[in-house]
T-cell receptor, first 109, second 112 residues
């Protein structure tokens, strides 16, 4: 079983919609959590860190639930430019960063 | 500031050949990692390093060797390439003070 699991999608939503992704993880000792964004045939780029208290960056909100061992990403008022693959990830131990399979999102006009 | 530089960008190997994928960063980052990305599998960690002279295995280390003789460089070696190693390889680095990893643009490797 992978340490980080996420629904690969694809998710197809209309522009302006709200879309949410969840990601579950194993190993409760995991320390830090992140969402990365990856455009087609490009390298991943950090989107945002995830904190237990929840954190927001513009239209993006990330949440961590340690009791249930999942993290989430909410995108409000989605734009065409949000189309990408979203990767959840965690760091544990000696800076071992591992990723889920990625969720592919397409925003339709 | 070049960031993380990977070479080559594309490579075709024959089964059994060896090669080294180069990764260099100019940001004085302590942590460096190698990943492979295959369709439907996401990014899988091959090897990682927390500093010069220190390396450790990730999720899929078999068939790959690494070394970290300097802070800047973290080469990945394939000793005897196999078709199963056809993939896109990413190198990444980060500093102790920051959370986010910076990725290189990737090496697309095909083994025939």
């Amino acid at each position: 079983r992978k340490e980080v699991e996420q629904d690969p999608g694809p998710f197809n939503v209309p522009e302006g919609a709200t879309v949410a992704f969840n990601c579950t993880y194993s190993n409760s000792a995991s320390q830090s959590f992140f969402w990365y964004r990856q455009d087609c045939r490009k390298e991943p780029k950090l989107l945002m860190s995830v904190y237990s208290s929840g954190n927001e960056d513009g239209r993006f909100t990330a949440q961590l639930n340690r009791a249930s061992q999942y993290i989430s990403l909410l995108i409000r008022d989605s734009k065409l430019s949000d189309s990408a693959t979203y990767l959840c990830s965690k760091i544990q131990g000696a800076q071992k960063l591992v990723f889920g399979q990625g969720t592919r999102l397409t925003i339709n006009p | 500031n070049a960031g993380v530089t990977q070479t080559p960008k594309f490579q075709v190997l024959k089964t059994g050949q060896s090669m080294t994928l180069q990764c260099a960063q100019d940001m004085n980052h302590e942590y460096m990692s190698w990943y492979r990305q295959d369709p439907g599998m996401g990014l899988r960690l091959i090897h990682y390093s927390v500093g010069a002279g220190i390396t450790d295995q990730g999720e899929v280390p078999n068939g790959y060797n690494v070394s970290r003789s300097t802070t800047e460089d973290f080469p990945l070696r394939l000793l005897s390439a196999a078709p199963s190693q056809t993939s896109v390889y990413f190198c990444a680095s980060r500093s102790i003070q920051a959370y986010g990893y910076t990725f290189g643009s990737g090496t697309r490797l095909t083994v025939v």
